[in-house]
């Protein structure tokens, strides 16, 4: 039995060791949706330029949320002008309309990639800006103001 308890805990310790969080920030959603006007904004603080990272989106989302996914247009400005843009897209419910993610309640987080083994190359704090581009089957203009999503975020985890 004891055996038993110390390989589970060694094997958990071992794959906590795999990564390790740099930096992370969060940013709450207006309660009333999220406007596509307005980005989610982060500072990246000075990163070493030799390392390797692996790059990730968190959203959290409620019962509000009317779809099943979510697209987000990312931009990563790095500290001498050049910029890099994605459209990305993320499943946030599985086919039976049952939310993805984790947490207890209408709650729910998902940790989605964003860059894997990404370098941080040049000197000096990177930029990032985090919309989405959300729109509903049939018309042409995105959705302006988003319901549900409570808060988007970032996380920067080197690769050991």
């Avoid at 930096?23 to 999220?34: M, R």
């Avoid at 982060?42 to 989106?57: M, P």
């Avoid at 959300?134 to 995105?142: D, T």
Wanted: aromatic share 12%; with cysteine; glycine share 8%.
């Amino acid at each position: 039995m004891y055996n038993c308890f110390f390989a589970i805990l060694l094997s958990l310790l071992l794959l906590a060791c795999g990564h390790s969080a740099v930096t992370a920030d969060t940013l709450a959603i207006n309660p009333e949706g999220w406007r596509v006007k307005d980005p989610a904004i982060f500072e990246l603080q000075k990163l070493d330029s030799v390392a390797s990272y692996n790059t990730f989106i968190t959203v959290r989302n409620n019962n509000k949320y009317p779809f099943n996914n979510l697209f987000l247009i990312v931009s990563l400005q790095h500290p001498y002008g050049k910029t890099v843009v994605d459209t990305l897209e993320y499943k946030m419910a599985r086919p039976d309309g049952s939310w993805l993610g984790t947490g207890i309640g209408s709650v729910k987080e998902n940790k989605l990639f964003y860059k894997q083994n990404l370098a941080f190359t040049e000197a000096g704090n990177y930029t990032l800006h985090i919309s989405h581009a959300v729109r509903n089957n049939g018309e042409p203009q995105g959705v302006s103001k988003l319901e549900g999503i409570t808060d988007i975020g970032y996380s920067v985890e080197m690769i050991k």
